[in-house]
């Protein structure tokens, strides 16, 4: 059974940095796209960053634009969202996804908590 798991996340003050992982099993991440995503109490899922499966190429959503950076490790089979300079509004559970076959796959979160 194909299965994200997230990890990496933590307390941490504001301007500092925190690295989450989304490692897959069975599945070899490097074929596909895969994206980053975080949820707020009260509010919707939003996607933070993708990296593409062909490329490589990257996009971020624009409140983390120039602070997040995701990238791939492919001998974990991870997905890696690098956070630096984080604030109380980057507070949320982040959650890493895959869509194969249609079938969209989610990991069940790590939990960021940006507070002094």
């Known amino acids: 059974q194909v299965q994200l798991v997230e990890s990496g996340g933590g307390l941490v003050q504001p301007g500092g940095s925190l690295t989450l992982s989304c490692v897959g099993s069975v599945l070899t991440l490097d074929y596909y796209a895969v994206g980053w995503f975080r949820q707020a109490p009260g509010k919707e899922r939003e996607r933070v960053s993708c990296?593409?499966?062909?490329?490589?190429?990257?996009t971020y959503a624009d409140s983390v634009k120039g602070r997040f950076t995701i990238s791939r490790d492919n001998a974990r089979n991870a997905v890696d969202l690098q956070m630096n300079n984080l604030k109380p509004e980057d507070t949320a559970r982040y959650y890493c996804n895959v869509v194969v076959d249609y079938s969209s796959i989610w990991g069940r979160g790590t939990q960021v908590t940006v507070s002094s």
């Open positions: 990296i593409s499966g062909a490329t490589g190429a990257a």
